[in-house]
């Protein structure tokens, strides 16, 4: 049943939100984090398993050195403290997809901890976000519900791949945030956007959403209003739900429009909120009751008895630090003003995910304006009829880079580029190699575009007239019909030109 809500401005007048994220990253290194198997998205299920991330008796795991690595410069990035000696601990929970029945996580000493993140807004404002840890991880395994609208609500069956289970993540827990208002939503995806970005540059996760590299549950609960002249954050906070797996940034915003709504129906009512974990379906927009929230102690937290503690050397920390590239919002702002471009078309850009590609382009030596034409225009395009982002495509920046060099030289035109470009996605070379085995060449011989002229001139007759009698605009119908003829390989200025030589008219 649909629960009862008002809607997200209405909650916003009414109320006061307090909200935070958890962000579960996962590392791309090429191991799980405490065994040998591959770390690799997409395999058969329960193809990447072993004694050791299954917990079976008997096994010891091992840490993973390049998680850690991964995780101290995901924190530097964050502006955390790094510990200079942590645990990691055993968090005791029963769930199918927990093959040991407890998670190998960090608890009380977390390796990153004290951090804080500038996260830039669409109009430029600056929210900075603080964050009270990042610590490591193991990942779980991946239920599949069978039966019903996919979720666990009306299944009749559920099948565990294990897989994922032990792949290295890192957990990013910000503080309570507060006194954003009806900002909050926007907040919140901006926040997150960051956190993608960021990992992304770094090179320690692809920060798939759609793949579950990167996933967030959202907190948030509701507290009343302080009456005029006193202080909001004297007022305690409210019950909070935590929508679990929450994994695209548009979903983000829909989970927590909806459960502001439907937590001040429930408090303009009178009635309590629960505090609880909360399924986000996609499909309605609704998040659906999981379980009941438990705290820390449940989960019976001891340290892992099989596991040395994390110590980091100061030298290794500092020189880590140097590796740390600069904040995707100023690289942004940076590159807006280098390229030249204005606020709306750097925003699409943005929203496209297309700056690494573009980055890329114009460092293998194109234009940042036909960079932008080609992965804003065609390539976009070609991304949104396959389904799949633009750095999936199967052409590379430089191709693309080879393939406007080919313009610019005036051995092709945008019409035949575009051509060659269909040939580079459909795999039939490089730029240079379609353009050649597809006879792609804009035509510059005169005496092969004179011929096509005069043919053209034949065939019409009064054209020639108009353009003798001053209609000098009248040529146009001429390049066209030799464009059509030579397959949109001539060179049309220089067949302009002939035509009006024919003519007899200067140009």
Request: charged share 25%.
């Amino acid at each position: 049943m649909t629960a009862a809500r008002v809607s997200y401005d209405e909650a916003m007048e009414d109320f006061d939100p307090v909200f935070g994220i958890e962000v579960h990253v996962e590392l791309n290194t090429k191991t799980k984090m405490f065994c040998g198997c591959a770390n690799e998205f997409g395999a058969e299920p329960n193809t990447q398993v072993c004694p050791v991330c299954l917990g079976l008796p008997g096994s010891m795991p091992v840490t993973n050195e390049k998680a850690v690595e991964s995780a101290i410069r995901l924190g530097l990035a964050l502006g955390c403290s790094i510990r200079e000696s942590s645990r990691f601990a055993r968090k005791n929970y029963f769930y199918p997809d927990l093959a040991k029945d407890y998670q190998i996580s960090q608890y009380d000493e977390p390796t990153c901890y004290e951090g804080s993140l500038d996260v830039v807004l669409d109009d430029g404002t600056v929210v900075e976000i603080g964050i009270e840890r990042a610590h490591m991880e193991e990942d779980a395994g991946k239920n599949t519900h069978v039966g019903g609208s996919g979720g666990i609500q009306g299944a009749s069956h559920s099948l565990v791949d294990y897989n994922r289970g032990g792949v290295p993540l890192v957990e990013i827990v910000t503080k309570p945030i507060t006194g954003m208002g009806e900002r909050t939503a926007e907040v919140a995806r901006a926040y997150v956007a960051t956190i993608r970005d960021i990992v992304r540059a770094l090179g320690i996760s692809d920060g798939r959403m759609d793949q579950g590299s990167v996933r967030a549950d959202v907190n948030l609960s509701l507290r009343a209003k302080a009456p005029a002249g006193e202080d909001q954050d004297a007022v305690p906070f409210g019950k909070r739900s935590e929508t679990k797996n929450v994994n695209s940034l548009r979903a983000i915003e829909r989970a927590i429009h909806f459960e502001a709504g439907r937590q001040a129906a429930l408090l303009s009512d009178g009635k309590p909120v629960v505090q609880e974990t909360r399924h986000w379906h996609e499909d309605t927009e609704e998040t659906t009751p999981g379980r009941s929230k438990e705290e820390a102690e449940d989960y019976r937290y001891f340290p892992e008895p099989d596991l040395l503690p994390v110590e980091p050397s100061r030298e290794w920390v500092e020189e880590l630090r140097g590796t740390i590239p600069e904040h995707p919002a100023k690289q942004r702002a940076r590159l807006k003003d280098e390229w030249g471009f204005s606020d709306l078309e750097m925003r699409d850009v943005v929203a496209a995910d297309a700056v690494p590609v573009l980055i890329a382009t114009v460092e293998a030596g194109a234009t940042p304006q036909a960079a932008r034409k080609w992965w804003m225009g065609e390539l976009a395009r070609v991304a949104n009829d396959q389904g799949v982002s633009l750095d999936e495509l199967s052409v590379t920046p430089a191709e693309v880079a080879e393939l406007q060099s080919l313009v610019d030289s005036g051995r092709i035109n945008d019409k035949l580029a575009r051509q060659a470009l269909q040939g580079v996605l459909a795999g039939e070379g490089s730029p240079t190699a379609v353009v050649e085995a597809r006879g792609l060449e804009v035509v510059s011989d005169d005496s092969a575009l004179e011929k096509a002229v005069d043919e053209a001139l034949a065939a019409q007759p009064d054209v020639l007239q108009k353009i003798q009698d001053g209609k000098v605009q009248a040529a146009g119908a001429i390049v066209g019909a030799v464009m059509k003829a030579t397959r949109g390989q001539a060179d049309a200025g220089r067949v302009r030109e002939i035509i009006l030589q024919r003519a007899g008219v200067e140009g």
